[in-house]
Nanobody
Framework: QLQAYGGGLVQPGGSLRLSCAAS????????MGWYRQAPGNQRELVAA???????NYADSVKGRFSISRDNAKKTWYLEMNSLRPEDTAVYYC?????????????WGQGTLVTVSS
């Protein structure tokens, strides 16, 4: 189970930090990521981090967003800086979780980020 936190309303140029916490019967989390979906658009990958620590970002957020993790807390974060109105979307956390019965592709419930003056 994934629980996302941290969305809200922010002015252009502002910052927000999203968190996602995993719970349940977890052996390991092989990959963690954030996706977003704006009205009328498809869900898109924003940032991801794999077990080895490599990261991947959408071109539109490179240099502004940063993904990080705390393995001990089974939590990962998305630090969003220099936010733009086009960053407005519902943000979903996602993870590939190894459980006793196999790998599960899990999604959080989504948290709304609104960038507006």
């Amino acid at each position: 189970q994934l629980q996302a936190y941290g969305g809200g309303l922010v002015q252009p140029g502002g910052s927000l930090r999203l968190s996602c916490a995993a719970s349940g019967s977890i052996i390991s989390i092989n990959a963690m990521g954030w996706y977003r979906q704006a009205p009328g658009n498809q869900r898109e990958l924003v940032a991801a981090i794999i077990s080895g620590g490599s990261t991947n970002y959408a071109d539109s957020v490179k240099g502004r967003f940063s993904i990080s993790r705390d393995n001990a807390k089974k939590t990962w974060y998305l630090e969003m800086n220099s936010l733009r109105p086009e960053d407005t979307a519902v943000y979903y956390c996602n993870a590939l979780i190894l459980t006793s019965i196999g790998i599960r592709n899990s999604w959080g419930q989504g948290t709304l980020v609104t960038v507006s003056s």
